[in-house]
């Protein structure tokens, strides 16, 4: 079989996600542009130098609608022979238009794919795009549909993991991002916004507070106990899914959940071909890719079940793990993961995740992909998986190893 | 003879007039359907006519509703196709209704047309608030004992023919949602205020005249381009919260044990989205899927059509005279006595309430004192009617204040000889003719009635708590109670406007004797180590209010202990032996005795209020590692009850399954969606039934173990119904 390799990724910072973030004048199509553009003056990618652009992204509406990866490349200065395909995969979009390039690679399907994504969640906020799975009633309550954070919630609940825990691994995620930050482990990866004429933007991950501390973080009301208990009582219906619990444990708030951020993402993926036409050292080798469905209600548990099945399709063991990172959308996934596997947290988001940097949707599973690239190089090590939870009770997850 | 009779006069109003022959209230019926059709085709196409009123030719209402046997007939009609029957039967109505809203209106252009109001009397309900809300203006009476609404959702069902749609349009999903989803009904004013309907007023006949001939403009709302539903559609911002929020309060608020509640929400849902047209036919298959559901079936027949044939005495002795109590004896001013005399005086009966002296029976009336001031800080009551309600009760403690009573309830310490001391000084006072009812809820009557020197008037009537509020009354004939002392519980019963079922006398009679080995089961299954929030809201999930272990608590664990330990004293060797009670009295030991102390299965905070379970619990009987799954602890908490009510059948506690079934939902909340006990096994099917239970048996032990009866109808795939329905309920 054909191998796929990553040839290279970049990202932007990530931008606030508010009416006074940095990127919050940066359209979608333009943000999306800033890697684009980098990653093919990086690469030399002239003329029709990819089959295709893969690009994540979740509330495809407004100015992120009308597939929003094509509007990219004609906002990029990639030739327009290269088309766009916009998918979704909620927060794991990102790492899916990784996995769906490197599957058609590895299909024969032409050299080389641009895969990644971008969220302007300042601009285009969570939930523009509706959807049915929360308001259509035969939908919504045969699947006994929760929000997000009380899933987050109800992992925390029914596996045990406390208010203290939480806090302190996002105590933790911060400073590891300021460290991975002062000792430019991203500055291979990060490209800076610039606007029309040049002048500059945003050039880091303004989102992060490296000054947080438990006690800081203790004074956080949590995010989804009102929505839980009171109106409109989501928590009974946890509890409807998981009756041998008394009550949930609402331990997630602002400061132990992923950020709210804008940003892009853009990785280079072909066979071994591309990398000859263009003179190109592959950096690592898409070892296996997966998905999977999982229990809507607890939702983000994805990532050990995904997990599971890509070591076994693949006839590996989580030993085989050098590094992971498992996107920090709440503390508790994060536990869960390394409960499960019984994986110590040093191998784990080592350069800080979500929690501190944001989670700009469409583009996250694309960043920490790179992230975790440029990691296993500097640090000097084979294999990394990367996984996110998904929305609607999904996960995907990417083994690399390199080159 | 029809239904709809159609006068035209010189004014050029045509009036149809709605009078349901034989029936106090009018009834919709497939027959009126299509006499109301060929009314209005006629008057529109009558170039003398100008408009329309349609009124009722009953005092002081408009319609009850829909003939609930239509539904059957419908799906009997089908034949082997009763969805594709229901369906369409559905469509034709929603035609009828639609060709008035319409009114002969170009479709394009919405010109022509003639007006079509309805003049309600009074009272208007489901269908008969459906056809009002099709017509294009409403007119009610200032009636303020009138009631509008849809009912509809009590019985397991939902407004089908418009009234959903029609409603969530008008007012917007929010503000229909407490009308259509709780089946709130209010008087005509509130209707007004509400905007469920147009006018009130003193004469709304000539009203509805003076608006037909002033050339209306008569087009609905959402008949109109740019028609926006209030509040928002599911993908506006705020119709989007209204929706989310719908879907999660219906599906907690139902435990998603009840079906109509969720199809008439996706009817909402889905219609909003579509043009009227296509929404009443989205309606229509929620409607359709609805009737179909078995839940629906038995929910209709058992709260609906088998609870008002108990109310109207089904099983009244024939050939009685009429009994109406006119003076009440109350023994026992305790809180079942105190609530006794309460529901009895709220129901126009004299009532003397006995306890030891004075002060105890004053205490007993100051209950009914104490509850009518609370209905005045409601504005539900006035001071003139607490005083006109107290006047009627005497409390005193001279048992010569008992002269002249017809009926005497005891509701003293449940102890035999203390009741029978009673029973004697009663007597000797009372006359000859005066029937005498205990209310024990443990006690056998027949052993009570031997302390009577005229046990043919002896009777039980046992009350559930709080008296005012239990729906329920079960009268418990002992082996010598008459037809007389029977009928005179039952119209009683009628007086007081409670439901009543009759039953004979074995231990616990029928609730109690279903609802102990329920709550027992619970507190088996902690000693095993399951969690008993699994365990509670394993019974919630079934639609119970209250999980055993909760029902424990709030009852009280020395109530449990104390019965337990009679029972065993009752029983001898006979008793089965079981760890519930080493757990209750393990409880009672340690002063854990529930909600009164503060402590029991729950922990409380100084106020009383609830804070979860008590953890000491583990150490005593530590949790399983491996909790059992969700429908074995269900099915272990419905057959523990379900099989009690199969063997009052069997051994004739129970003479009439409609009791056991409307019994069990009034009486202890018994999974109301199921229809009742011998409908869940309808439901789930004789021979799962019988199956299932022998499993449980041969691992859980011998209270499981298949009935004889079950086990046969389980061969011949009976049903209950099929086999125990009274004559004139098996069509239902």
């Known amino acids: 079989m054909t191998e796929a390799y990553i040839y290279d990724a970049v990202r932007t910072p990530r931008g606030k996600g508010r009416k006074d973030g940095s990127l919050h004048e940066v359209t979608a199509a333009r943000l999306s542009a800033v890697a684009l553009n980098a990653l093919k003056e990086r690469n030399g990618l002239e003329g029709h130098a990819v089959e295709d652009v893969i690009w994540g992204n979740v509330s495809q509406v407004g100015e992120q609608g009308a597939c929003l990866a094509r509007t990219a490349v004609l906002a990029s200065n990639l030739d327009e022979s290269i088309p766009g395909l916009s998918i979704n995969r909620f927060c794991a979009s990102g790492l899916e238009a990784v996995n769906v390039a490197a599957n058609q690679v590895r299909g024969g399907a032409g050299n080389g794919y641009i895969a990644g994504g971008v969220e302007s969640m300042s601009r285009v906020p969570m939930g523009s795009d509706g959807g049915a799975i929360a308001v259509d009633p035969s939908i919504a309550i045969d699947n006994y549909f929760v929000p997000q954070g009380i899933s987050a919630d109800i992992i925390a609940t029914k596996y045990g993991f406390t208010r203290d825990q939480a806090d302190a691994m996002a105590v933790e995620s911060q400073r590891r991002a300021k460290a991975a930050w002062d000792a430019g482990h991203f500055n291979r990866s990060v490209v800076a916004v610039n606007d029309v004429n040049g002048l500059p933007i945003l050039a880091y991950d303004e989102f992060m507070r490296p000054q947080t501390d438990m006690q800081s973080l203790g004074a956080l009301k949590p995010s989804f106990q009102q929505m839980g208990e009171t109106m409109p009582g989501f928590d009974k219906i946890a509890i409807l899914k998981y009756p041998e619990l008394e009550r949930i444990n609402h331990i997630h708030h602002a400061g132990n959940s992923s950020g709210i951020v804008d940003g892009a993402a853009a990785v280079l993926i072909g066979n071994k071909e591309l990398g000859e036409q263009l003179g190109l050292k592959p950096r690592a080798r898409i070892r296996a890719t997966a998905k999977i469905g999982t229990d809507p209600t607890i939702m983000l548990t994805g990532p050990v079940p995904v997990t599971e099945k890509i070591l076994r399709d693949n006839g590996m063991s989580i030993g085989d793990i050098d590094l992971f990172e498992v996107n920090e959308a709440f503390a508790s996934v994060v536990m869960r993961f390394e409960q499960a596997f019984n994986v110590d947290h040093d191998k784990v988001n080592v350069n800080g995740g979500s929690m501190a940097m944001g989670h700009p949707l469409g583009a996250t599973g694309a960043m920490i992909l790179g992230t975790l690239m440029d990691e296993l190089e500097r640090s000097d090590k084979e294999v990394g998986l990367a996984t996110l939870c998904i929305g609607s009770g999904m996960g995907a997850a990417t083994i690399i190893e390199r080159v | ?732």
């Open chain 2, 1 to 732: 003879m029809t239904d709809f009779t159609m006068k035209k006069d010189g004014e050029g109003i045509a009036t149809i007039v709605w009078d349901t022959v034989g029936k106090s209230m009018n009834v919709m019926s497939i027959q009126g359907f299509a006499d109301l059709s060929a009314h209005v085709d006629d008057a529109l196409a009558d170039d003398a006519v100008k408009g329309v009123i349609i009124t009722s030719g009953k005092e002081g209402s408009f319609a009850g509703g829909m003939d609930l046997n239509v539904i059957a007939k419908m799906k009997e009609d089908a034949g082997d196709a009763p969805a594709k029957g229901l369906f369409e039967g559905t469509m034709e109505m929603h035609a009828v209704l639609r060709k008035i809203e319409r009114a002969g209106m170009d479709p394009k252009t919405n010109k022509g047309g003639k007006p079509i109001a309805c003049v309600m009397p009074g009272t208007s309900l489901g269908i008969g608030f459906e056809l009002p809300l099709s017509c294009h203006r409403t007119f009610v009476a200032n009636n303020p004992k009138a009631k509008i609404g849809f009912p509809e959702i009590l019985v397991g069902i939902f407004p089908g023919a418009g009234g959903t749609t029609r409603l969530t349009r008008m007012l917007g999903a929010m503000a229909a949602s407490p009308f259509l989803l709780q089946g709130k009904m209010v008087n005509p004013a509130k209707a007004k205020a509400a905007g469920l309907i147009d006018e009130v007023s003193d004469d709304p006949m000539s009203d509805a005249r003076a608006w037909v001939l002033s050339e209306p403009k008569i087009v609905k709302p959402w008949d109109e381009k740019g028609y926006k539903m209030p509040g928002g559609t599911p993908f506006h911002p705020a119709g989007f919260m209204t929706f989310l929020g719908a879907a999660a309060m219906v599906h907690h608020q139902t435990q998603g044990a009840f079906p109509a509640a969720k199809a008439l929400l996706s009817a909402v849902y889905e219609g909003s989205l579509v043009p009227f047209d296509t929404a009443i036919k989205i309606e229509a298959r929620w409607f359709t899927n609805v009737l179909m559901n078995p839940s629906s079936e038995a929910m209709i027949r058992s709260l609906f059509i088998n609870k008002e044939a108990l109310e109207k005495g089904a099983v009244r002795p024939a050939g009685v005279p009429d009994q109406t109590v006119k003076k009440l004896g109350v023994l026992g001013a305790g809180m079942m006595g105190a609530g006794i005399a309460l529901v009895s005086a709220q129901a126009g009966i004299e009532v003397v309430l006995i306890d030891r002296d004075q002060a105890a029976a004053d205490k007993g009336k100051a209950y009914s004192a104490a509850y009518m001031d609370k209905g005045i800080a409601r504005k539900k009551a006035t001071p003139e009617k607490k005083e006109a309600l107290l006047s009627l009760i005497t409390a005193t403690p001279d048992l010569d204040a008992l002269k002249g009573c017809d009926l005497i309830i005891e509701a003293v310490f449940e102890d035999t000889a203390v009741k029978a001391e009673m029973t004697k000084k009663v007597e000797a006072v009372i006359p000859e003719d005066c029937i005498f009812a205990s209310n024990t809820s443990t006690l056998p009557i027949t052993e009570l009635a031997k302390a009577s020197s005229r046990n043919d008037q002896f009777i039980g009537i046992h009350f559930f708590s709080p008296v005012e509020k239990m729906l329920l009354v079960e009268i418990i004939k002992g082996k010598e109670t008459g037809d007389r002392a029977v009928a005179k519980a039952l119209d009683y019963v009628r007086q007081i406007r409670k439901t009543p079922i009759v039953v004979n006398d074995a231990r616990f009679f029928y609730c109690n004797r279903c609802i102990i080995p329920y709550v027992n089961e619970g507190a088996r299954m902690l000693t095993e180590g399951v969690a008993p929030a699994l365990i509670d809201n394993a019974a919630r999930q079934l639609g119970f209010p209250v999980g055993p272990i909760q029902l424990t608590d709030e009852t009280s664990i020395d109530l449990g202990a104390k019965i337990a330990r009679a029972t065993k004293l009752a029983m001898g060797d006979d008793y089965p032996e079981s760890p519930s009670d080493d757990l209750i009295f393990y409880l009672e030991a340690e002063g854990r005795l529930g909600r009164k102390s503060n402590a029991g299965f729950f922990d409380y905070d100084e106020k009383g209020k609830r804070l979860g379970y008590w953890k000491g619990l583990g150490e005593k009987y530590p949790l399983l590692e491996e909790q059992p799954d969700l429908v074995e602890v269900q099915e272990r908490l419905m057959f523990s009850q379900v099989l009690e009510a199969v063997r009052a059948l069997e051994e004739g506690v129970l003479e009439d399954i409609r009791e056991g079934d409307v019994g069990a939902i009034l009486a202890w909340g018994f999974a109301p969606w199921s229809g009742g006990p011998l409908s869940w096994l309808d439901i789930i099917g004789t021979p799962y039934a019988a199956e299932r239970t022998a499993e449980l048996a041969a691992k859980y032990g011998k209270r499981f173990e298949t009935p004889a009866l079950l086990k046969e109808m389980a061969e011949k795939n009976q049903t209950f119904y099929g086999r125990f329905a009274p004559a004139a309920d098996k069509a239902a």
